[in-house]
């Protein structure tokens, strides 16, 4: 067994699978401490029963708490199956699925969160699902024990997401997913600092197919996600897959123009042949504000996709990885 140290600065190509495993097991983990020993009970056992060879890839994504000592001790515990990917810093739970998805060696890849929220059992109906033919296998959540805000606000979104990118996914927010290795390949060879890795998987699919999954609740801990980081993702998502929004606004932007200009022509019309009108300062504020408004919400739409050239050209790494805890032959 050997630890390496090694500074990732970013995408290194993709790896070849050689002689890996059938199946690559991807956990992103951030301050996962209370819940890690349940998820260690429960996802060997699941995988065990495969009767498949399998690697179990845990990238630990800056965890402030014990969650990385923990990972270590359970790669000692069974060097032959399980990784240890430890960032230097918290980067985002997309970035850690990059991270494993380019050091990963099965022929088939498994995405699991480490809050238990999809029961880890579920990975053999993924797998069955790809031995029909699928190259990439979303899920949705059957029955979620997430709170009503969060279920609305995903339903929302996921329509909006829908309408816009014409990416046809049932439950956006469901990571646990099972992609074939040519799908992982082409994900290895995007550059994209920000991009969310379902829907940039399903433009690359072949034969994309979905299935429905347990939900649980979370077993220990706090969601980390909030309704920011839920709506940037939303963001993320919509201005990486679709330039339809800088489209909508340009149109609205037009009728707005149309409709002042027609606006200005009837008040002066009015006021030639009927005279200057008394009060209606409040309707000007109404219409002023309205304007304001609209064009404040452009400018913040252009700051999206401005960002998003500005983090590109930057050519920033993705993440770094502080070191590797792998068992070399």
């Not at 309707?283 to 452009?298: D, E, M, S, V």
């Not at 401005?306 to 805890?325: C, D, H, K, M, T």
Request: hydrophobic content about 45%; overall charge neutral; aromatic content about 10%.
């Amino acid at each position: 067994m050997k630890v390496h140290e090694a500074i990732d600065l970013g995408p290194a190509g993709i790896e070849p699978v050689g002689d890996g495993p059938a199946l690559s097991v991807i956990v992103p983990v951030y301050n996962e401490e209370p819940g890690l020993a349940a998820l260690f009970a429960r996802l060997y056992p699941a995988l065990d029963a495969l009767k498949i060879a399998y690697e179990i890839v845990f990238i630990d994504d800056g965890s402030r708490d014990r969650s990385a000592a923990l990972l270590a001790a359970q790669f000692e515990a069974r060097p032959d199956v399980t990784r240890v990917i430890l960032f230097n810093g918290n980067f985002g739970q997309h970035r850690a699925i990059l991270a494993g998805f380019e050091h990963c060696r099965g022929a088939r890849v498994v995405t699991l969160d480490a809050d238990l929220q999809n029961p880890p059992e579920e990975i053999a109906r993924l797998l069955a699902a790809m031995d029909e033919g699928h190259d990439y296998v979303g899920t949705i959540r059957r029955m979620r024990r997430d709170s009503a805000w969060r279920r609305w606000a995903s339903r929302g979104m996921n329509q909006l997401r829908a309408n816009i990118t014409h990416i046809k996914m049932t439950d956006q927010g469901c990571m646990m997913r099972a992609y074939g290795r040519n799908i992982v390949q082409l994900i290895n060879q995007c550059g994209e600092m920000n991009t969310f890795i379902p829907a940039l998987a399903y433009q690359f699919a072949r034969t994309p197919t979905e299935i429905e999954v347990g939900h649980e609740e979370r077993f220990a801990g706090e969601s980390k996600y909030s309704l920011y980081s839920l709506i940037r993702l939303n963001f993320d998502l919509v201005t990486g897959f679709s330039i339809v929004p800088l489209q909508w606004f340009s149109m609205l932007g037009m009728t707005v123009s149309v409709g002042s200009a027609l606006l200005v022509l009837l008040l002066v019309g009015r006021r030639i042949f009927i005279g200057p009108e008394e009060g209606g300062l409040f309707t000007l504020f109404a219409i002023a504000f309205l304007l304001i408004g609209l064009a404040l919400f452009g400018i913040g739409l252009l700051g999206e996709y401005v960002g998003r050239i500005f983090q590109e050209v930057r050519s920033r790494p993705r993440y770094v990885i502080n070191a590797i805890l792998e068992r070399r032959e």
